[in-house]
Structure formats: structure tokens, C-alpha cells
């Protein structure tokens, strides 16, 4: 069973159709016992990295997260939820996330060429990085995924797995670990997309 951390942000049931798409069983919920009881864990998230963090601490799940991921637990961070699992993000101003994964949270707009727009949205190919993540065992090179951000990771090291071209390299995909995370969408992003959930049912 998949549990969808539910903590007042993200694109959640459209996550949950997906698994359904591949026949995997997975829960919205924000009851701990669940979570635990989980095979894997997803923590969505879209808007601000700062109310994000907030409510992810106030309702407990930052540190039921962080418990999970000492276990062993498989974890998947997708789009802002992605941004938490860094140890901080610079999005008006400077703001502490997990750090289960090495970097920080930057504007992308700092990285990218004059006259591209902010946020970045739309398909774009993924180039992987190093030895072929887990994640990726059922795509090629170059296969597309969905793009909405604003942000993106940086000072990453080893844990990058994948970036995507948009007039500059940015972070798509991380991993340490059990813990993995995609900037860009896979509920959006077609049979690519689940596809990759599919990989991360298998881890």
C-alpha cells in the first residue's frame, strides 16, 4: 500500500488516480498508523515552500517523514515536495526543510537566460546523471515529463539523477538512498510518468 501524506498541500487525488492506473493500491491519508503501516511513502506539495514546511511540522508529518525515511522506507518527494526534502529553500527568504537530501532551493530565474519565463512550465527531456536511477528503469533517455516551477534544487552533488534543459541544467530528479525525489509531475506526465511511479512500486 502507498500512502499519499495529506497535510493540507499538494495535487493529491489526481496522485492517487495514477496508482490506481497501475493497479497499485494507495491511500490519501494523514493518520500516522497508516503511514507507518505504508509500503512506500508519497509527500506531494504545491505553492509555498514556507506554509508547506509549516503545516508539514505542525501536523507532525516533518518528523513522521523523517522517522520513515531512518527505517528504510522507500519516499518520494514530487514538485514542492521534492524542495522539502533539502535542508533549506531561499523562496522569500531562508527556510529550513528536512535535509534528507544535501542542497538548497534557489529561483530558477537566477539560473536561466534572459526571456525565459518564470515558472517553467511544460514538457521537457530528462538527461540522467550517473549510474541510471531505480526510478528510470523503464524510460530512455531523452522520454519528456511535466514541468511547473518556479524553483529548482542546486548544490545537490551525487544525488542528482536526472536534470532537464530549459536554457540552463536543472535539477529534475534526486535520490539518497530510500529517499527520491522528481521536481516535474509523473501524475502529469502520461504513460512516461507512471511508468516511473510503477519503478518506485518496485523499489
Not at 103 to 117: F, H, L, N, Q
Not at 191 to 196: E, F, K, P, Q, R
Amino acid at each position: 500500500m502507498i500512502a499519499i501524506i495529506d497535510y493540507g498541500v499538494g495535487n493529491l487525488f489526481s496522485l492517487k488516480s495514477s496508482f490506481t492506473a497501475i493497479g497499485q493500491e494507495a491511500v490519501v491519508t494523514a493518520d500516522p498508523a497508516l503511514i507507518r503501516a505504508a509500503d512506500h511513502i508519497i509527500l506531494p506539495g504545491v505553492g509555498a515552500f514556507e506554509d508547506a514546511a509549516k503545516k508539514l511540522r505542525d501536523s507532525g508529518m516533518a518528523e513522521l517523514v523523517k522517522e520513515q525515511a531512518a527505517a528504510g522506507k522507500p519516499i518520494m518527494g514530487i514538485c514542492l515536495g521534492m524542495q522539502l526534502l533539502f535542508d533549506k529553500s531561499y523562496e522569500y527568504g531562508e527556510h529550513a526543510g528536512l535535509s534528507l537530501i544535501p542542497g538548497a532551493v534557489r529561483p530558477i530565474a537566477d539560473a536561466i537566460p534572459a526571456g525565459y519565463k518564470v515558472p517553467h512550465i511544460g514538457w521537457n527531456a530528462l538527461t540522467f546523471v550517473g549510474e541510471k536511477s531505480r526510478l528510470f528503469r523503464y524510460l530512455n533517455e531523452g522520454d519528456c515529463v511535466y514541468f511547473v516551477h518556479s524553483y529548482y534544487a542546486t548544490d545537490c552533488g551525487d544525488a542528482v539523477t536526472a536534470t532537464a534543459e530549459y536554457g540552463a541544467p536543472l535539477t529534475a530528479a534526486v535520490e539518497r538512498g530510500n529517499v527520491y525525489g522528481c521536481q516535474f509531475h509523473p501524475e502529469k506526465s502520461g504513460a512516461v510518468g507512471l511508468s516511473i511511479l510503477k519503478a518506485f512500486c518496485e523499489i
